[in-house]
Nanobody
Framework: QMQLVESGGGLVQPGGSLRLSCAAS????????IAWFRQAPGKEREGVSC????????LFADSVKGRFTISRDNAKNTVYLQMNDLKFEDTAVYSC????????????????????????WGQGTQVTVST
């Protein structure tokens, strides 16, 4: 059973940093692209970042470009989202998700920020940016 567990959320002041972790169990993370999504109250879910199965390709939403980075440690079966220079508007529940299929052998640089491309989701971790 594929499971994803997020951690690292919390309360941070504007301009601060957090690193979110997405730990996988029940499957080998190497084979899948992994994306981070976020949803704030009253707003639609937004694709934040994606890293391909190869790790050689990544996507970022315009709203986080230059502030967020994404990385993966296949030995630890974990993907990280480093968030710097956090803003009030970054407040949301952040969830990670795995691609619906293993593309490592056919399209290792594939990535997407569309929620419907991802089939396994974590429960989410709250990030609150506040003074």
């Amino acid at each position: 059973q594929m499971q994803l567990v997020e951690s690292g959320g919390g309360l941070v002041q504007p301009g601060g940093s957090l690193r979110l972790s997405c730990a996988a169990s029940g499957f080998t993370l190497d084979y899948y692209a992994i994306a981070w999504f976020r949803q704030a109250p009253g707003k639609e879910r937004e694709g934040v970042s994606c890293i391909s199965s190869s790790g050689g390709s990544a996507l970022f939403a315009d709203s986080v470009k230059g502030r967020f980075t994404i990385s993966r440690d296949n030995a630890k079966n974990t993907v990280y989202l480093q968030m710097n220079d956090l803003k009030f508007e970054d407040t949301a529940v952040y969830s990670c998700a795995a691609d619906t299929q293993a593309r490592d052998s056919v399209d290792p640089d594939w990535c997407s920020l569309e929620w419907y491309d991802f089939g396994s989701w974590g429960q989410g971790t709250q990030v609150t940016v506040s003074t």
